[in-house]
């Protein structure tokens, strides 16, 4: 199917939220024509708008949303749910958290992305809803496959994403515009960012693949045009080899049978965010990737150096359905972060003293700014004898 990359009412004065779904109201509004392919994963948004972005992604943590400790609590803390004779609960204030980015986004014409991610919570109840029973706590950063194999646990989940999309999938809402759900993220390294324990690539991508479909059709319900997208990492005909085979996969064989099991149980609409990192991700001269080679079929990973060879497979006709191409550029991050093994990969320097306060900014800054503007040319000159090149065009493939 269709394949893009992506880099109420109130009652009463204790403002009780009640949302019940009899019958779904479809929005038909079109997705958006981005005046730029430019984004960023925000942490400021005055300063992201400031910055020209057409694109933003936001992450989103499930952990923070649920309240089953909330479920028939008639308090302004908690939004109420219910779906047939089922009923959720949901904190309010988390939803409004995200509102003050979203809106104000949306409002702008940014086209914005919800990285949909599932941190363990400390509460039991919680971790029974999400987490996936074969999760592992021995992962190194606590981040869990939803829990698709309980029945309790795909039910919370959809009633969490149509909440989401009710609230953020259609126009007049008042509380901004979401298009982009990415579910998970780099789930071929599943291991370290998507857990499921120790388990074969099937298995997970079966796992995987029920989640994805769950999150499309509570999109879709509302909204019809809204996306959603599988986050890949760069290692393409290799796997991690930070992992071993029930850790991480290769990304090839990973869409592939992906692909294959959606059409087997009765294709649908999705997606690809994928990570074109430097072969070494302390070494930013993706030029001089060794690993990132001109064929799919061989490359053992996709970087920026020979992303076209991406394209060149999801151009397939088995994987296509109405368009192709890609739909933003996604820059990670906003601010350097304390937590990322050493990496500064942001526009801002963090302070010294904290985890990702921004403290100045860098000369990156200035030129992810003239990015896509008159200044561009101008902006981009300093770097054609770095890289060793005398103009833009000899980078372009016949």
């Given at each position: 199917m269709?394949k893009r990359?992506l ?10 939220l009640?949302v019940v ?6 929005d ?5 024509e981005?005046?730029?392919l430019k984004?960023?994963?925000v942490?400021m948004v005055?300063d992201?708008?400031?910055l ?11 952990g923070?949303?649920?309240a089953?400790?909330g ?9 109420q ?11 309010r204030?988390?939803?409004e958290q995200?509102?003050a ?10 086209v914005?992305?919800?990285?949909l ?7 039991a109840?919680k971790?029974r809803?999400?987490?996936?029973p ?9 981040l869990?496959?939803f829990?698709t194999?309980t ?6 989940l ?7 999309a ?11 515009r979401?298009?982009n759900?990415i ?8 291991w ?7 388990v074969g690539?099937?298995s997970?991508?079966?796992d995987y693949l029920?989640a ?5 059709r ?10 959603v ?9 290799a796997?991690?080899?930070?992992g071993?085979?029930?850790?991480t996969?290769?990304?090839r064989d ?5 692909a294959?099991r ?6 649908f609409?999705w997606?690809?965010a ?5 072969e070494?991700?302390f ?5 001089l990737d060794?690993?990132a080679?001109?064929?799919w ?7 920026f150096?020979?992303l076209e ?10 994987l ?8 933003a ?7 350097d972060?304390?937590q990322?093994g050493?990496?500064r990969?942001g526009?801002?320097t ?7 306060e ?8 200035d030129v ?6 008159t ?8 770097a054609?004898p ?13």
């Amino acid at each position: 199917m269709a394949k893009r990359i992506l880099w109420l009412g109130l009652i009463g004065q204790a403002m009780y939220l009640s949302v019940v779904w009899a019958a779904v109201a479809q929005d038909l509004e079109r997705y958006p024509e981005s005046s730029s392919l430019k984004g960023l994963q925000v942490q400021m948004v005055d300063d992201a708008l400031e910055l020209g972005i057409g694109q933003a992604a936001l992450n989103f943590n499930f952990g923070q949303l649920l309240a089953p400790e909330g479920v028939g609590r008639d308090e302004p803390r908690y939004v109420q749910v219910r779906r047939g004779a089922e009923e959720f609960a949901f904190q309010r204030a988390y939803l409004e958290q995200l509102d003050a980015m979203i809106r104000p986004l949306s409002d702008r014409g940014v086209v914005v992305s919800l990285i949909l991610l599932n941190y363990v919570p400390e509460a039991a109840d919680k971790r029974r809803i999400l987490v996936h029973p074969d999760y592992s706590a021995a992962c190194p950063n606590h981040l869990a496959a939803f829990n698709t194999r309980t029945e309790e646990g795909k039910a919370w989940l959809e009633a969490a994403v149509e909440l989401l999309a009710q609230r953020w999938g259609t126009a007049g809402s008042g509380h901004g515009r979401v298009w982009n759900w990415i579910v998970g993220n780099e789930v071929n390294s599943h291991w370290f960012w998507c857990n499921q324990g120790r388990v074969g690539m099937r298995s997970f991508a079966d796992d995987y693949l029920q989640a994805v479909r769950l999150v499309q059709r509570a999109v879709n319900r509302h909204s019809p045009q809204g996306r959603v997208f599988l986050s890949l990492e760069h290692h393409w005909n290799a796997r991690y080899a930070g992992g071993d085979d029930q850790q991480t996969f290769p990304a090839r064989d990973f869409l592939e049978y992906f692909a294959a099991r959606a059409r087997e149980q009765g294709d649908f609409a999705w997606h690809v965010a994928f990570h074109p990192y430097p072969e070494n991700l302390f070494e930013p001269r993706t030029w001089l990737d060794r690993s990132a080679t001109g064929d799919w079929r061989t490359t053992p990973r996709i970087t920026f150096r020979n992303l076209e060879v991406l394209l060149d497979f999801l151009r397939q006709p088995e994987l296509q359905h109405t368009i192709q191409g890609i739909d933003a550029f996604i820059l990670h991050r906003h601010v350097d972060h304390a937590q990322e093994g050493g990496l500064r990969l942001g526009l801002w320097t963090r302070g010294s003293e904290s985890i990702s306060e921004p403290a100045s900014k860098k000369l990156i800054y200035d030129v992810f700014a003239a990015a896509g503007t008159t200044r561009e040319e101008d902006a981009f000159r300093f770097a054609l004898p770095i890289i060793g090149i005398s103009d833009w065009s000899e980078l372009i493939r016949q």
